[in-house]
């Protein structure tokens, strides 16, 4: 019974493990893509928004863009998921398809770039 307990207690922390460092609010349109790019993306890729810091070794030949640095439309997001990147050397093709593509793609193309360096306009 202890060992059916405990069980439980380990299973039900493990669960709540993969969106606690989320940024995104459940009720957030985006909130499902963020998880799905936690759970597949955030080894290579750091986006604040999902708890990603992947791209923190950049001497490592695995590490994808810092998505906090870059921003990606959905259309480059869709593009990079379904062909592997823009290079196609190390990002997998299809790393996830249909319904939870879109949705990953969605919470890239609203969250990405929130540290990105804009430059100066002219005259300032």
């Not at 999902?50 to 870059?70: E, F, K, T, Y």
């Not at 998921?81 to 879109?102: D, W």
């Amino acid at each position: 019974m202890i060992l059916a307990i405990r069980l439980a207690a380990a299973a039900l922390w493990a669960s709540a493990c993969g969106t606690q460092r989320i940024q995104v609010s459940e009720d957030d349109p985006t909130f499902e893509g963020a998880v799905t790019f936690s759970q597949r993306c955030s080894g290579c890729h750091t986006l604040s928004a999902a708890g990603a810091q992947g791209s923190g070794n950049r001497s490592l030949r695995n590490q994808g863009p810092n998505l906090d640095q870059r921003k990606e439309d959905y259309t480059s997001a869709m593009f990079a998921i379904r062909n592997g990147g823009f290079s196609g050397a190390i990002m997998p093709q299809n790393i996830v398809v249909g319904e939870q593509a879109q949705k990953v793609a969605q919470f890239v193309a609203q969250w990405s770039g929130k540290d990105a360096k804009r430059p100066p306009r002219p005259g300032q």
